[in-house]
């Protein structure tokens, strides 16, 4: 079945340090990819989106590129800040069946930023 | 500005009580999810409705019923509470693509 693979954290990064935080996949057919950022204390927030092979997704200085060849998913930032530190989920829109706007997350990630 | 709403932050129940979460969308989604999130263990789908009534078992179904009896509106069910189900409650709603979260309610059960 479906199912998507996170790089286990914590990842612990002094600021403005470069991140990447992997994710993989393994699905049928062409799913759309996500990033979710999960702040302390708060539900999860769309960071990100990618709907087809070679898509870049971007937002508050975050990247990620659908990568078909290699299932692959990865969310990258050029220079870290405290306030990013929080738990990402990358995420894949599970297409069997209806559409329901069911998503498979992988386990989440945790950032820690430090001054 | 899109908006999922959940009844309670924090709630503390007793084992056996009959528990009830409250998740309202205001967005007219057709699809809505509830989920559980426990350290080291991610996301897990407990139960999710694709319509008014309509309702499927996710990955973790045992001991939580569901109700969807207006669109905007998706209820979670702990029917005799246990010390197992303390946990973070996450609900979310979602047209065709991404799904939107409410803020969770952080349960304990004692």
């Known amino acids: 079945g479906n199912s998507v693979t996170q790089m286990e954290g914590p990842v612990t990064l002094s600021e403005e340090a470069f991140l990447t935080i992997n994710c993989t996949y393994t699905a049928t057919g062409y799913p759309s990819l996500f990033w979710y950022v999960q702040y302390p204390g708060e539900g999860l927030q769309l960071l990100l989106k990618?709907?087809?092979?070679?898509d870049k997704g971007s937002n508050k200085g975050f990247e990620a590129t659908y990568r078909k060849e290699t299932t692959s998913f990865h969310l990258e930032k050029g220079s870290v800040q405290v306030s990013d530190s929080a738990v990402y989920f990358c995420?894949?829109?599970?297409?069997?069946?209806?559409?329901?706007?069911?998503?498979?997350f992988g386990q989440g990630t945790t950032l820690q930023v430090k001054p | 500005d899109v908006k999922v709403t959940q009844s309670s932050r924090y709630l503390v129940k007793r084992t056996g009580e009959k528990v009830f979460l409250e998740c309202v969308q205001d967005?007219?989604?057709?699809?809505m999810f509830w989920y559980r999130q426990d350290p080291g263990l991610g996301l897990r789908l407990i139960y999710f409705s694709y319509d008014v009534k309509m309702k499927e078992k996710g990955d973790i179904p045992e001991g939580y019923s569901v109700s969807r009896e207006k669109k905007e509106r998706f209820s979670l069910i702990l029917e005799s509470a246990s010390t197992n189900q303390t946990s973070m409650y996450l609900c979310a709603s979602a047209g065709a693509s991404e799904q939107y979260f409410g803020p969770g309610t952080r349960l304990t059960v004692t």
């Open positions: 990618a709907t087809k092979a070679d």
């Open positions: 967005m007219d989604h057709e699809n």
């Open positions: 995420a894949l829109s599970d297409r069997s069946g209806r559409n329901t706007g069911k998503l498979i």
